[in-house]
């Protein structure tokens, strides 16, 4: 007996509860009276044996994955889900198939069961489905010692140390600088000088909003800094951090953790249609510099909350799409595998991101390098298996895992997308008209198979309209009476019945062992508090990890956000705070930052700007040998590190030369269209390439298929959590910048900008250096610039007029700026 869905968009798959497959088993229900243990051999087992074993039996072959000679092997299900539901014999999918409810679930598939003998199933199951069959429970044991690995210096709570002193008592701006200032004398390492306000401010810029100043800005902050250096740069800073560019910014920094992607990624790369939202809440809360704390709690458990109003609600319900945007192997065959594979992706995104820990390297067995017994990974599994995953992806071919998404509260003022009254009737009957053809089609398909008489590929034109009825369905699904778009979002709820799960002996699903609450991991105290037996214990985790009490959500915090602004973190592997992880080059400064953090309201702005305004953060990159041969990393941070600009910064620097960029934000996304599956992207690739001009935050992130802007330039990879970028130099980088319509089009718009801005040859080229370099240019770079000039405009005047052979000699020069190290890097 094979239990299959016809279709996820009309058997919805989140229906499935995913607690019961996994954590039930014989031990879960009392011992079967006498009546019922005769009851079962006497009419249940002669009825299994006779009908179901041929194909649902360990003993012979397992068909979707349901195995019915075990108690375990109902309780667990096939790829469908559980075959019974205890007690709700219209509930189980068992008693469904075997009355012929369904077409496509009409089990056995030949002849039906005889009417006594499904009454008796039906019966069987009321009863609560007692079983005398018992499957021996394997016990798993760890040999890690939690106590000693809690000696670990992540797990210990950070200390709160006198700040050092040292005799260069005018250097220091604050604590930071004389926590830097105490290592480099530690190792007889010296701090170069400041860079200059032009470098400085450029820098500042780039770091905290990702784009240039203009040349005005550096003007005024140049003035500013001459009079008062302290105030110009508090100010500015001030400035920059109430601007709406900040939380596009540092917002694509926790993007990258986040491993946000507009796609499922894997075999079936099918769009988050809703993704977006997600994407837009987090720029908004680092804009509002919402409490980090609090920006824990909505992601992880933000539809748990309680809330005052609607907006509240639906801000927090896309919150949860954290959880939710990861990579999906959609055309996973069993339904148990995937699920556990969403859950497993979830805990991994969850710790890296929030824990600085590998936590899912304990699937399989206890962690390597790590006090992580397998039992706590399969403690959280309990409480992420206990929750309920909406992506909404649309049904289409391959895509057996679709699922729908979540209806917000609140309309947008303006939808997305609308259709007309005519388009609607118009899907309304195209749908109707495929439906039939459905119908006929399967009813050939069966006659031809029963019949054995050859005739059209019915199955074929089957997959077709079933794949036609999801996509039109799934569009008329997603608008209103007025043909509005409604309004979706990605995310997660608690599941109507949390469970706990057993150990799986090496990640085996059909090997259990024993069961474990669901819970944290031992090593990190405070343990967290007890989970009611009615909810998945999400809340809890949420506020555990929320807590200024555990030892690593501050630490890994602000290691972030330090990186952010000095390239490096204290800890330089940010996704990775334990053993096999690197030790923090400066261990006081970063436990002083993580309860700076927490006493300033885990406030992302006041952290930043604690550190920008220090000494440290405004040293020059200037060259020292005898630094350089005892610190050439410059781990101790005796100057500022060069960096390159990342994939964002470089595109959005390219537009705002141009004068071309546009700040407002885009509605939606590029690949979110009702009703487009993954033929879209299959068949149109060029999607994620067009020369669109807003900010790159906000191009549509395919996974695996990433604009090239992006790709060649180390953009985060979305299938995984990315909290260090690759910054990489290479050929292919230099031929982009060369070659690539996109940035030909911003160096033709920026010579047309030049030629608007200055009147003479000389001034366009020193306006250009204000705008690409945020300097001035030296004489003898003005004299190299002009040379180049005549030289070129003289051959090419040879072929074309001297007017064009101007103009394509300023954006030849303008592709040059883009082209050199200067403006590609942060000095």
């Known amino acids: 007996m094979k239990l299959v869905l016809a279709s996820a968009f009309f058997v919805p798959f989140f229906l499935l509860w995913v607690g019961t497959p996994l954590s039930l088993s014989a031990a879960d229900s009392p011992e079967p009276s006498p009546e019922q243990t005769a009851f079962f051999e006497s009419k249940i087992r002669p009825a299994l044996s006779q009908y179901c074993y041929e194909c649902h039996s360990s003993g012979e072959k397992i068909r979707g994955g349901l195995a019915l000679d075990s108690r375990n092997g109902m309780l667990a299900g096939g790829d469908s889900g559980p075959a019974i539901v205890p007690g709700q014999p219209d509930s189980s999918l068992l008693y469904e198939a075997i009355t012929w409810a ?73 604590d930071i600088d004389r926590f830097v200032l105490a290592a480099l004398e530690s190792k007889g390492l010296h701090p170069v000088g400041d860079a200059d306000p032009q470098s400085l401010v450029r820098r500042l810029h780039f770091d905290l909003t990702g784009l240039p100043p203009s040349p005005e800005e550096v003007r005024a902050f140049v003035h500013a800094w001459n009079s008062d250096p302290e105030r110009a740069l508090a100010v500015k800073t001030d400035a920059l951090l109430a601007s709406q560019s900040f939380g596009e910014r540092w917002g694509r920094h926790w993007l990258d953790v986040a491993r946000y992607a507009d796609s499922t990624g894997k075999e079936v790369n099918v769009p988050f249609n809703h993704a977006w939202r997600y994407r837009d809440y987090v720029i908004d809360s680092f804009n509002e510099n919402k409490p980090f704390d609090r920006f824990i709690l909505e992601q992880v458990a933000g539809d748990l909350l309680p809330v005052r109003t609607d907006e509240d609600f639906q801000e927090n319900l896309i919150a949860t799409g954290f959880l939710a945007i990861g990579t999906k192997g959609l055309n996973e065959p069993n339904g148990r595998q995937f699920l556990l594979d969403v859950a497993d992706e979830q805990i991994d995104t969850t710790f890296q991101a929030f824990q ?119 569009t008329l699904k997603g608008i209103d009476e007025q043909g509005r778009a409604k309004t979706f979002a990605v995310g997660v709820q608690d599941r109507n019945l949390p469970v706990d799960v057993p150990v799986l002996v090496r990640g085996d699903l059909e090997k259990p062992a024993q ?84 006493e300033n309201g885990w406030s992302v702005k006041a952290m930043i700007r604690e550190m920008v305004l220090s000494r440290t953060y405004r040293l020059a990159s200037t060259f020292d040998s005898s630094n350089y041969t005892a610190d050439p990393d410059n781990v101790h941070l005796w100057r500022a590190t060069p960096r390159r600009l990342d994939a964002e910064a470089l595109r ?108 003479s040859v000389r001034d366009r080229f020193h306006r250009s250096f204000l705008i690409c370099y945020g300097r001035p240019p030296t004489e003898q770079e003005i004299a190299s610039c002009q040379t180049f000039f005549q030289r070129f405009v003289t051959e090419a005047a040879k072929t074309m007029d001297l007017e064009k052979a101007r103009t394509l000699a300023f954006t030849t020069f303008c592709q040059g700026l883009f082209a050199s190290a200067e403006f590609r890097f942060l000095n």
């Open 102 to 174: 369904e077409r496509d679930t009409q089990m056995p598939p030949k002849n039906k069961m005889p009417d006594a003998v499904i009454a008796d199933f039906r019966t069987w199951i009321a009863m609560g489905a007692p079983d005398p069959r018992v499957q021996e429970t394997t016990t798993v044991k760890s040999a890690i010692d939690v106590e000693a690995g809690r000696q670990f210096w992540s797990f210990q709570p950070p200390r709160k140390g006198s700040v050092p002193q040292s005799k260069e008592t005018d250097w220091a701006r604050n």
């Open 356 to 474: 600085g820990l590998t936590v899912a390297c304990a699937r399989c067995h206890d962690h390597k390098t790590d006090p992580i017994p397998t039992a706590d990974y399969y403690a959280l599994a309990g409480i992420f298996l206990s929750t309920e995953t909406f992506y909404g992806t649309v049904p289409s071919v391959g895509n057996r895992r679709a699922t729908e998404a979540l209806l917000l509260p609140i309309s947008d003022a303006v939808p997305i997308k609308s259709y007309s009254a005519q388009e609607v009737d118009g899907m309304k009957q195209r749908l109707a008209a495929m439906e039939t053809q459905f119908a006929e089609a399967r009813a050939a398909e069966v006659r031809q198979r029963l019949t054995g008489e050859k005739g059209a590929n019915n199955l074929g034109n089957i997959i077709r309209l079933r794949s036609q009825i999801d996509l039109i369905g799934s």
């Open 515 to 598: 069961k474990v609450p669901r819970g944290v991991p031992q090593v990190i105290q405070p343990s967290a508090p007890a989970i009611p037996s009615g909810t998945s214990g999400r809340l809890q985790l949420a506020r555990w990890m929320a807590s200024p009490e555990n030892p690593l959500t501050a630490r890994v915090a602000a290691n972030r956000i330090w990186q952010g602004l000095f390239g490096r973190g204290i800890v330089s592997s940010p996704d990775n705070f334990g053993n096999t992880g690197q030790r923090p080059s400066h261990p006081e400064l970063l436990d002083h930052l993580a309860l700076r953090f927490v």
């Open 652 to 759: 959005d620097a390219m537009l705002v030369a141009s004068g071309g960029l546009d700040l407002q934000r885009p509605r939606g996304s590029l690949v979110a269209s009702p009703g487009e599956a993954v033929l879209q992207l299959r068949f149109n690739p060029d999607i994620v390439n067009r020369p669109e001009t807003f900010r790159s935050v906000y191009l549509p992130v395919i996974r695996d298929q990433l604009p090239e802007s992006l790709a060649l330039f180390d953009g985060a990879d979305p299938n995984m959590v990315t909290g260090v970028r690759d910054s990489t130099n290479v050929p292919g980088q230099a031929l982009y910048l060369m070659n690539n319509p996109f940035v030909l089009r911003q160096a033709e718009l920026m010579a047309a900008r030049l030629g608007q801005e200055a009147e």
